[in-house]
């Protein structure tokens, strides 16, 4: 059993940045990789990004790629997602994953839990 809380969400002008923790507790050893998916109001979940526990391997979709960063900490189990230059479009629920074996990161059916998320919402 593994339990996810994300925090760091909330209101941001374009163009500013925002840090999205997510602390897991449990059977955290147990994790292969952690993602952070969004979902905007009358849209699909989708994918955002990705990382390994072992090795930090990291993936992110197109939208955020050179704008978003995912990193973790070991010591805290904790992962992070830094977003930086932020659009109108990023407004969504974050939703923070964790997959406990390898393969279809960008898929919802990849991951095993989930949090509750946390709202970001970007205002022109």
């Known amino acids: 059993q593994v339990q996810l809380v994300e925090s760091g969400g909330g209101l941001v002008q374009a163009g500013g940045s925002l840090r999205l923790s997510c602390a897991a507790s449990g059977r955290t050893f147990s994790n292969y990789a952690m993602g952070w998916f969004r979902q905007a109001p009358g849209k699909e979940r989708e994918f955002v990004a990705r990382?390994?526990?072992?090795?930090?391997?990291?993936y992110y979709a197109d939208s955020v790629k050179g704008r978003f960063t995912i990193s973790r900490d070991s010591a805290k189990n904790t992962v992070y997602l830094r977003m930086n230059s932020l659009k109108s479009e990023d407004t969504a629920v974050y939703y923070c994953a964790a997959a406990l074996r390898a393969g279809g990161w960008t898929s919802e059916s990849a991951y095993d839990y989930w949090g509750q998320g946390t709202q970001v919402t970007v205002s022109s």
């Open positions: 990382i390994t526990w072992s090795g930090a391997r990291t």
